[in-house]
């Protein structure tokens, strides 16, 4: 199973409502800070898989609101890659304040991988290597601030 990789934020003030309270479509925006440091902690930035002309695209998401995070919150994303494979990969979310560990989100995402022109493809056999070794042994475990 994949090791989970840790990333922290404060909440912004341009990120809540009114009452201070952030506002949903932010915590979509934290997964995928989450997502683009798991990989990068595997060795590989999106940079990196664009310019072997790969680029991911969520085809699907799903997130479960538990609590809600306020202004100037610190809050922890913790990801993990659950599956690879030749088109696609998943990965899930935990989005807890970071203080209290209180649960905010629960969320998973799976990408398909597509070309310069949108279209669907298989993943270049050394993009996909990557993500299963780093979901099989944990080299993505390291937190980052």
């Known amino acids: 199973m994949s090791r989970v990789h ?22 979509l925006a934290w997964c995928e800070v989450g997502r683009t440091d798991w990989i990068r902690a595997a060795g590989m930035s999106y940079r ?13 998401l799903q997130m479960r609101f538990h609590a809600a995070a306020t202004y100037d919150d610190v809050v922890r994303v913790e990801t993990r890659c659950t599956e690879v494979r030749s088109r696609t990969v998943t990965f899930e979310y935990l989005v807890t304040r970071a203080d209290t560990g209180a649960r905010l989100v629960s969320a998973t995402t799976r990408l398909i991988a597509i070309d310069r022109q949108g279209r669907t493809m298989a993943m270049p056999a050394a993009v996909r290597e990557l993500l299963e070794r780093a979901a099989a ?5 390291e937190a980052s601030a």
């Open 6 to 27: 840790t990333s922290e934020l404060r909440v912004r003030y341009a990120e809540t409502d009114q009452m201070g309270v952030v506002y949903h479509a932010n915590y």
């Open 48 to 60: 990196d898989m664009e310019a072997q002309g790969v680029g991911l695209a969520v085809s699907d």
């Open 137 to 141: 042994d944990g080299s993505a475990s």
